[in-house]
């Protein structure tokens, strides 16, 4: 939600980061935790960071996944934003998604700024050439939030310079949707997402759209379990940005971001993934830069009952 002008004059003057959040350093700790876990099968796998595919979480399985966000500041201070995510495959045809997040402003404060209970349905059983999905989310947030897990209405760079002791004092509750439209062909998966977004007071809804491509750098698959295979290793982009409201249908005024995005899924189950944004207007971020570890943890809901047996 964009902050009125009154608020975005309060914001500090930029200047050089001096420290890394707390949060940060709890999330790394999560990180070497997770590592150490037992061994499980990488599900199938985009490496977009906002654009969502028609890929759900495998049946029975969670995964465990550490983001954040680097975000370079005009007029206040850059900004680490973490978030941490539980994602499970409740049926084949449905994957569900608790999200955390905080973030840390440099020469501010550091604060947890809420949850997401995200939801996605796919109505189509079997591949075709477009595969639909349907995304439902639930937000309670606060305006100090600056994961930018989605860029919606008119959004942009000037909300993140509120000091965060202004900010947190907004609390946000939204309905985030997505029509999620996405394609396998030779390798290649493409992806286009539009989003809508509506605060539940009284603020009208709020428009974005995200469109992603990736490609594994081999499609077949050797034989025996290496680390540093071709195939292990996805390149793709993404382009996200705000479309204005339902007052005002549009691009102009809004903020857009491209990004390249690597992934690196291991045989173990562990995926890394890194993606360097770049604002394409005044009103975005200038440089954004995003990556993530996940650990996937295979049959999860059989060895949960199994403890009980």
Known sequence: MP??????????????????????IGLLCLLCASLAGPRAVAAQET??????????????????ELNSIYGVQHA??????????FEYGAKAWWTTEFYLDWQGTFNDSARFTGFRWENRFRPLRHEHWINPVLYVEYENTTAADKTMIEV??????????????IAQMEHLHELETKLILSSDYQGWNISENFIAEKNLGHDPWEFGYAVGASRPLRLAVTPESCNFCRENFLLGAEVYGGLGTSWNFTQIGTSHYAAPVVAWQLPSGVTFR???????????HPFILRWSVS????RFAHRVRSLFR
């Open 76 to 85: 206040g201070n850059d900004f680490i934003a973490p978030w941490v995510e």
């Open 274 to 284: 890194a993606s360097p944004g770049f604002g394409l207007n005044s009103n975005s």
């Open 3 to 24: 902050f009125p002008e009154s608020l975005r004059s309060l914001g500090p003057s930029r200047s050089r980061p001096n420290r890394l959040p707390l949060t940060y």
């Open 295 to 298: 650990y996937e943890i295979d």
């Open 47 to 64: 490496p977009y960071f906002v654009a969502y595919s028609h890929h759900l979480e495998e049946p029975g399985n969670l995964e465990i």
């Open 152 to 165: 919606v209405g008119f959004d942009s760079q000037a909300d993140h310079a509120v000091p965060n002791s």
